[in-house]
């Protein structure tokens, strides 16, 4: 890997495109620690430290510390995620933006220029809901207009021009700019969290059981990431055969092809989902300082994943049964609305391919949608099963970290779509890939 490194720097194109991302990595952790104006950054740490769930913890290690440092980039590029997540599931919803998608790149430039307004459009909501809030609960200097426009341009800008910087990495860097940028700031809570594991389980403790609870650290995490792996890389494909036909005077066809169905077709995406439904009431509650009454009370420890796995309470346990189902229902869902059999079928039809076995047409839309079934279901339990390990350990054994599965599966998708990129790349002008030293 590392001569392959040291060849890939010989190519004045490949090197410029690798510091160029790194330069833009730099700009992001120094962009992360400069604090917006007007806010009491003390004061905002101590209130963040009171706020307990996972949705805090999650949002927090999706900026890499900018929100619990309230800087300029606190929004991140969770404004661009889900103004891109809305827009594919409008383009499914509305005819003309289904149109845009199938114009080919003129089209995906249209809906692309469309999510940059509508990333903007979101993260000025936010900034606005944030300013009032903060003003409110006295984070603020002065609480005055002027105060909280400062805050409202601020934060925008910082997610717009974060959206930018993704965008010339994508141009002129290596890998998918926004992905990296999201990994990055994950990465950059990881030593802290690790730190954290080692101080509370490790050191100080005896060398005897110091050393099992590294090694048991050290098991979870591997295993996680192999999981990992496993889950983003594993591929189901279907059998394709082309008929032999005529045209003109040349005989065509016959080649054998294949349907390639990726195992975690939904990615990262039902994760998100699920934990962005959980989580919304208990975000809501604690920016308004209410804690619930009564069974209301309950049902916000239910859904609050701090409570989760705990051997004192179990009965709050149940809220994390209600995340698997919601897991495994988004994954069935984001699958139905992104991959259409009955689609591929007819473009199979239209070409003269056909699944050996299977008729053209409606069977093989069916049997698509049979396998299909069966590989949602394997990859939403490997997702299932990422992401509840570190609730349980959370729970038992009160190891309390900002990254968990979800982040895991990030990490290691967007790692591998780049090398994979940067291989590809150094494949074209006759390099040996990192995946094949």
Same mark, same amino acid.
């Given at each position: 890997?590392?001569?392959?490194?040291?060849?890939?720097?010989?190519?004045?194109?490949?090197?410029?495109?690798?510091?160029?991302?790194?330069?833009?990595?730099?700009?992001?952790?120094?962009? =992360? #620690?400069? +604090?917006?104006?007007?806010? @009491?950054?003390?004061?905002?740490?101590?209130?963040?430290?009171?706020?307990?769930?996972?949705?805090? /913890?999650?949002?927090?290690?999706?900026?890499?510390?900018?929100?619990?440092?309230?800087?300029?980039?606190?929004?991140?590029?969770?404004?661009?995620?889900?103004?891109? &997540?809305?827009?594919?599931?409008?383009?499914?919803?509305?005819?003309?933006?289904?149109?845009?998608?199938?114009?080919?790149?003129?089209?995906? @430039?249209? &809906?692309?220029?469309?999510?940059?307004?509508?990333?903007?459009?979101?993260?000025?909501?936010? =900034?606005?809901?944030?300013?009032?809030?903060?003003?409110?609960?006295?984070?603020?200097?002065?609480?005055?207009?002027?105060?909280?426009?400062?805050?409202?341009?601020?934060?925008?800008?910082?997610?717009?021009?974060?959206?930018?910087?993704?965008?010339?990495?994508?141009?002129?860097?290596?890998?998918?700019?926004?992905?990296?940028?999201?990994?990055?700031?994950?990465?950059?809570?990881? +030593?802290?969290?690790?730190?954290?594991?080692?101080?509370?389980?490790?050191?100080? @403790? +005896?060398?005897?059981?110091?050393?099992?609870?590294?090694?048991?650290?050290?098991?979870? &995490?591997?295993?996680?990431?192999?999981?990992?792996?496993?889950?983003?890389?594993?591929?189901?494909?279907?059998?394709?055969?082309?008929?032999?036909?005529?045209?003109?005077?040349?005989?065509?066809?016959?080649?054998?092809?294949?349907? +390639?169905?990726?195992?975690?077709?939904?990615?990262?995406?039902?994760?998100?989902?699920?934990?962005?439904?959980?989580?919304?009431?208990?975000?809501?509650?604690?920016?308004?300082?209410?804690?619930?009454?009564?069974?209301?009370?309950?049902?916000?420890?239910?859904?609050?994943?701090?409570?989760?796995?705990?051997?004192?309470?179990?009965?709050?346990?149940?809220?994390?049964?209600?995340?698997?189902?919601?897991?495994?229902?988004?994954?069935?869902?984001?699958?139905?609305?992104?991959?259409?059999?009955?689609?591929?079928?007819? /473009?199979?039809?239209?070409?003269?391919?056909?699944?050996?076995?299977?008729?053209?047409?409606?069977?093989?839309?069916?049997?698509?949608?049979?396998?299909?079934?069966?590989?949602?279901?394997?990859?939403?339990?490997?997702?299932?099963?990422?992401?509840?390990?570190?609730?349980?350990?959370?729970?038992?054994?009160?190891?309390?970290?900002?990254?968990?599965?979800?982040?895991?599966?990030?990490?290691?998708?967007?790692?591998?779509?780049?090398?994979? #990129?940067?291989?590809?790349?150094?494949?074209?002008?006759?390099? @040996?890939?990192?995946?094949?030293?």
């Amino acid at each position: 890997m590392l001569e392959t490194l040291k060849k890939q720097f010989k190519k004045k194109d490949l090197r410029n495109k690798i510091l160029f991302t790194f330069a833009m990595l730099v700009v992001i952790r120094i962009g =992360s #620690q400069l +604090p917006v104006p007007g806010i @009491k950054v003390d004061q905002f740490s101590g209130w963040f430290s009171q706020k307990t769930g996972d949705a805090f /913890n999650f949002f927090n290690a999706f900026t890499g510390g900018s929100f619990e440092r309230m800087s300029i980039f606190a929004l991140n590029i969770t404004p661009y995620i889900t103004s891109s &997540i809305i827009m594919q599931l409008l383009t499914i919803a509305i005819p003309k933006l289904e149109e845009m998608q199938k114009d080919g790149e003129d089209g995906r @430039k249209k &809906i692309v220029a469309i999510s940059r307004y509508v990333t903007v459009g979101l993260a000025l909501m936010e =900034s606005i809901a944030m300013a009032i809030m903060f003003g409110r609960s006295n984070l603020l200097v002065e609480f005055n207009a002027l105060n909280v426009i400062t805050i409202i341009v601020a934060l925008t800008a910082g997610s717009a021009f974060l959206m930018w910087v993704g965008e010339r990495i994508t141009e002129n860097g290596v890998g998918n700019g926004i992905s990296i940028v999201l990994v990055i700031n994950i990465i950059s809570r990881i +030593p802290q969290d690790i730190s954290q594991l080692f101080n509370q389980f490790v050191f100080g @403790k +005896p060398i005897a059981t110091a050393v099992l609870a590294a090694a048991v650290i050290f098991a979870i &995490i591997l295993g996680m990431v192999v999981l990992v792996i496993i889950l983003n890389d594993g591929v189901r494909k279907i059998p394709v055969q082309y008929a032999k036909k005529v045209q003109g005077r040349k005989m065509v066809g016959g080649q054998t092809s294949s349907i +390639p169905l990726k195992v975690n077709t939904a990615g990262v995406i039902p994760i998100i989902f699920a934990s962005s439904l959980m989580q919304l009431p208990v975000i809501i509650c604690s920016f308004f300082n209410y804690s619930g009454t009564g069974v209301w009370a309950h049902i916000l420890k239910g859904l609050n994943s701090q409570y989760w796995c705990n051997p004192k309470d179990p009965i709050y346990s149940i809220g994390l049964v209600v995340y698997i189902v919601l897991v495994i229902f988004f994954a069935y869902f984001y699958t139905s609305i992104t991959f259409n059999p009955l689609e591929i079928a007819e /473009n199979m039809k239209k070409s003269g391919g056909f699944i050996p076995g299977i008729r053209p047409g409606k069977p093989t839309s069916d049997y698509l949608t049979k396998i299909l079934n069966y590989i949602i279901f394997i990859g939403a339990v490997g997702l299932t099963v990422v992401c509840v390990i570190p609730y349980v350990f959370n729970g038992v054994f009160n190891a309390s970290v900002s990254f968990g599965g979800t982040s895991l599966i990030i990490i290691v998708s967007v790692v591998l779509e780049t090398l994979k #990129q940067i291989e590809s790349q150094m494949l074209v002008r006759n390099y @040996k890939g990192f995946l094949n030293d």
